[in-house]
């Protein structure tokens, strides 16, 4: 039972990418809550959004209108599609699946923001 994030990088103020946590060994995928968190050393982890197993979804308010959260059920992927990316947004990202008897986390990935 593993979730692989994917799709970091170093963008341009005003850029965007799209991250992707990729599931695998899990039961019910579909039924599962998938949640984007991201940390900058020497602080906290962050929540930054979430998406719940009947799709709806919750952003922290410093992403609210740039981020959007989507799955895909069938190949158990959850994207993270960042638009009008802000220097403040530099950190590595991580998804954290949980369902029942179950809460896995990623080993990140680097987004950079910077011109």
């Known amino acids: 039972v593993r979730v692989v994030e994917s799709g970091g990088g170093l963008v341009q103020p005003g850029g965007s990418l799209r991250l992707s946590c990729a599931a695998s060994g899990i039961m019910s995928f579909s039924s599962s809550a998938v949640g984007w968190y991201r940390q900058v050393p020497g602080k906290q982890r962050d929540f930054v959004g979430r998406?719940?197993?009947?799709?709806?979804?919750n952003y922290a308010d410093s992403v609210k209108g740039r981020f959007t959260i989507s799955r895909d059920n069938a190949n158990q992927t959850v994207y993270l599609q960042m638009n009008n990316l802000k220097p403040e947004d530099t950190g590595v990202y991580y998804c954290?699946?949980?369902?029942?008897?179950?809460?896995?986390w990623g080993q990140g990935t680097q987004v950079t923001v910077s011109s």
């Open positions: 998406i719940l197993g009947g799709g709806s979804t």
């Open positions: 954290n699946l949980v369902q029942i008897q179950t809460n896995i």
